[in-house]
């Protein structure tokens, strides 16, 4: 195997950590914004009123993202393991 192609299978893991993270994670930073622009607003300073609607707000991400984001993780476990034989062949 080539340093190339190291890098290369190095390169597509962390696009595809990215793209299955950024669902929730662009879910978390919404709510969590609106919620601090709502709690500046009324000057209301409750840790559970942050916390409930990034939890619910992030089930909801995973339930509606949930099907792609496995989708995308399967077809890059399957391309990998394919490459396997020629990996211990070069």
């Given amino acids: 195997m080539s340093p190339e192609y190291a890098m290369n ?26 919620v601090s622009i709502f709690q500046a607003a009324t000057q209301i300073n409750e840790m559970t ?5 990034k939890l619910l707000a992030m089930f909801l991400a995973l339930t509606f993202a949930g099907p792609w984001m ?21």
């Fill in 9 to 34: 299978i190095g390169r597509q893991a962390m696009e595809i950590t990215l793209l299955i993270s950024a669902p929730i994670l662009l879910t978390a930073l919404a709510v969590g914004l609106i």
């Fill in 49 to 53: 009123l942050s916390f409930i609607p």
């Fill in 70 to 90: 496995l989708q995308l993780m399967l077809d890059y476990i399957s391309r990998l393991y394919a490459t396997i034989p020629w990996i211990a062949a070069g």
